[in-house]
């Protein structure tokens, strides 16, 4: 198991943290998302090699910027 830092920007509260668990939910290979509005960190645990495009995407989708750290 691997797990891949981002930090994003925009989150306020628990529903910001249920969108980004939502979407980051369903990219290939994540087998459990850690998010924070508090801190702004997203921490990303899966299986193999993750595409960080496809969870960056995600973050956007969800509506919210995101880099890795």
């Known amino acids: 198991m691997t797990t891949t830092t981002y930090h994003v920007t925009g989150m306020t509260c628990g ?12 990219v290939a290979g994540v087998q459990r ?17 993750l595409d960080d495009a496809a969870v960056l995407a995600a973050v956007e989708e ?7 750290a």
């Open 15 to 26: 529903h910001c943290e249920g969108a980004i668990t939502r979407e980051v939910g369903q």
């Open 62 to 68: 969800a509506g919210y910027t995101g880099v890795r």
């Open 33 to 49: 998302i850690e998010v924070s509005a508090t801190t702004g960190i997203l921490a990303v645990t899966s299986a193999g090699e």
